[in-house]
């Protein structure tokens, strides 16, 4: 499973948009590229999850440059409910292998 | 279309006591992973059950252990709990094709004396 790693924390204002940059230099093959988002005492929750170049849904986008050696989360025009840790994970979503590694991850701290 | 649920929500144990944790899967999901998260740290895999089976074990003692019933729901326990296994205990469900995109229950925060 590929290493990944993230800033341990960032400071954002309400409005503004939000990225987020994972490396990922051992990245394999057939590994994904997921992030999961948590809020204080609250379990872990999914957000977005892409192979390569732009994945988009109503939460998020995340750009996967052609080598895949990093991802950056892009989280539009934040507000004070957007922070929390996010994690970044890469793993292969094929293998059945079934665990997630969670790194420290990124505190993200909107202010207003 | 109820979530995953954990219970109960906050225990607390004393040292070399026994405790056991709950967790209900999302419906139609049928894999259970569970994860230990310290305070301030990522969430630590500890195993996932499927088809009543182990599948998969992260670096934890054998005294965390698991059992998955029938209908996919789980149970964690823990033996001869230590000071170090204070922690918020999180379970997730998810579909055995898919584990990437896994569910996550609000967790049991258990605090041991």
């Known amino acids: 499973l590929a290493k990944t790693t993230q800033p341990i924390s960032m400071d954002s204002y309400e409005g503004q948009e939000v990225n987020i940059t994972c490396s990922h230099n051992?990245?394999?093959?057939?590994?994904?590229i997921t992030w999961y988002q948590q809020f204080p005492s609250q379990g872990p929750r999914f957000i977005i999850q892409?192979?390569?170049t732009k994945v988009t849904n109503e939460v998020a986008s995340l750009f996967i440059p052609a080598d895949r050696k990093s991802s950056t989360l892009s989280l539009p025009r934040v507000s004070l409910s957007d922070t929390a840790v996010y994690y970044c994970?890469?793993?292969?979503?094929?293998?059945?292998?079934?665990?997630?590694?969670f790194g420290q991850g990124t505190t993200l701290q909107v202010k207003p | 279309d109820a979530g995953v649920t954990q219970s109960p929500t906050h225990l607390i144990k004393t040292r070399g006591q026994q405790v056991t944790l709950r967790c209900s899967p999302k419906s139609g999901h049928d894999t259970v992973s569970w994860y230990q998260q310290a305070l301030g740290q990522g969430p630590q895999f500890i195993f996932q059950?499927?088809?009543?089976?182990?599948?998969q074990r992260g670096n934890f003692p054998d005294r965390f252990s698991g059992h998955q019933f029938p209908n996919y729901s789980s149970e964690l326990n823990v033996n001869a709990l230590l000071l170090g296994d204070s922690a918020l205990y999180l379970c997730?469900?998810?579909?055995?094709?898919?584990?990437?995109?896994?569910?996550f229950g609000p967790g049991t925060r258990l605090t041991v004396l």
């Open positions: 059950y499927y088809e009543e089976e182990e599948r």
């Open positions: 051992n990245i394999a093959t057939n590994d994904y």
């Open positions: 892409g192979y390569k």
């Open positions: 997730a469900s998810s579909l055995v094709s898919s584990y990437n995109e896994q569910f």
């Open positions: 994970l890469v793993g292969d979503s094929s293998s059945n292998t079934g665990k997630l590694i």
